[in-house]
């Protein structure tokens, strides 16, 4: 198992500020997708990359996947009560996604 | 239309016990998964079913027994279950991923909340 490790593992910051989670291994990954994960229901998938080096975004958020595809951060512009909930990130090696612990985040109005 | 359904959402059983939880994806996917969640949130696979084939099975006690009716469908039963089987356990599917890759995108149902006392 090639492991992901997140940080931080816990966020808690005011409605409007900027924040950026990261993702990192030392195992090179063929894709890496991000997901949000609120309490009591499973995972949606945010985005997929998998060129090193991409960035997309999404609205408000900014993901990136690093030059030699090891690791990825999440970046959210202006952060909303919304965007509370644990984020994971998966990296994709073989037939498996291999999922880091996640970020916990919560956004206070 | 729920994509992935799960059932039962929770399950309340005694050490000991059997018991099976079941999956269904009307995305037309041909892979799907069993994921397990632990008390700190951390997703592992257990299982993933291609068409009705197993291709992966992680190092899961052999007391786990998926099973797949057809490529909708991927059922997970439980022998003999013991404290530490409880989790939260989540069915994937996931379509073709695209050419040169082997795993892609997953959609995740909304799991089933499993204690076993």
């Known amino acids: 198992t090639q492991l992901l490790e997140q940080s931080p593992q816990f966020l808690s910051i005011q409605e409007g500020e900027n924040l950026t989670v990261y993702c990192n291994s030392s195992s090179v990954f063929s894709s890496l997708q991000w997901y949000r994960q609120e309490p009591g229901e499973g995972p949606v998938l945010l985005v997929t990359?998998?060129?090193?080096?991409e960035v997309k975004k999404l609205k408000r958020l900014t993901f990136q996947f690093g030059d030699a595809r090891k690791d990825s951060s999440l970046h959210i512009t202006a952060a909303q009560p919304g965007d509370t909930g644990l984020y994971l990130c998966?990296?994709?090696?073989?037939?498996?996604?291999?999922f880091g612990k996640g970020t916990s985040l919560l956004v206070t109005p | 239309d729920t994509a992935v359904s799960q059932t039962p959402k929770y399950l309340v059983t005694q050490m000991g016990n059997d018991k099976s939880i079941k999956c269904e994806q009307n995305l037309g996917h041909d892979t799907m998964y069993w994921y397990k969640q632990d008390s700190k949130k951390f997703l592992k696979i257990m299982f993933s079913?291609?068409?009705?084939?197993?291709?992966i099975n992680e190092t899961v006690p052999n007391r786990f027994s998926p099973k797949s009716p057809d490529k909708a469908h991927l059922n997970l039963h439980i022998n003999s279950l013991e404290l530490g089987d409880s989790a939260v356990y989540f069915c994937?599917?996931?379509?073709?991923?695209?050419?040169?890759?082997?795993?892609?995108?997953?959609?995740f149902g909304p799991g089933t909340r499993l204690t076993v006392t």
């Open positions: 994937a599917s996931s379509p073709l991923p695209p050419e040169g890759l082997a795993v892609y995108e997953q959609y």
């Open positions: 990359v998998v060129t090193g080096g």
């Open positions: 998966a990296g994709a090696s073989g037939y498996a996604l291999n």
């Open positions: 079913y291609n068409n009705k084939e197993l291709i």
